[in-house]
């Protein structure tokens, strides 16, 4: 049988990749690229759902076909949810030149923030007795399917830390240190983030979601 094919609003080659492995054998999934759509869609809402929502009804309604877009980002506990959907854009917000590395541009953003601020005792895991900054990271993926929609949520706990540790990862992978672990994503790497993060759960859930409607 021919397979259904899905957009997911994105030209990002790591999540299609990701997103490929998942559901690859039930569904054609197609880039931006692939369908012809070279727009730079509209991301303008306040939160994550608003955004994803938005870039998957676009694809919807100008192309026609069934699609999902997810948008994510870091929420700092004690910044009432910041960086949140301005997480890839945080040092420019704040008035701050971001030169060539963006990613640590918003680290340094994130940090100067916090260390205005009390960090809490991490009270359980690998960390215990260290301090630290609750925090979580957050994906939501919306499905546009004929004329319904769809949500999925994805969220890994954790805390952000006053220093950045490894390599790995993007974004503010180097100072997020996962519940229950006593190293940062940058350092635990790929397999083991991609086990754990927020867009994999979120993926997952996508995934369950999709096999119930086969
Ligand atoms: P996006 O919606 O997946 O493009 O994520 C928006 C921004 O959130 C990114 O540019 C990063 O700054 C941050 N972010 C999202 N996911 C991660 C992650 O897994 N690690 C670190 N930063 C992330």
Redesign the pocket.
Known sequence: MEKKTLVLA?N?AH?LEEIRAVLGSMYEIKGLKDIGCHDDIP?TGNT?EA??LQKALYVKEHFGMDCFA?????QVEALNGE?G?Y????AAKNGKSVGDN??DA?MDALLEKLNAIPPVAIAEGPLAGSEGWKAC?R?CIVLVQEEEKYYFDGIVNGHIIREKRGDG?????PI?VPEGYGET?AELGTEV?NGI???ARAVAKLAEFLKKEK
């Open positions: 994105s990002n999540k991301e994550f955004n994803a997810d948008d994510s980002g870091l960086p959907v997480s890839a854009r945080y963006k990613d918003n990271f994906t990862g993007f974004g503010y992978d997020f994503f983030k993060s927020h867009r």
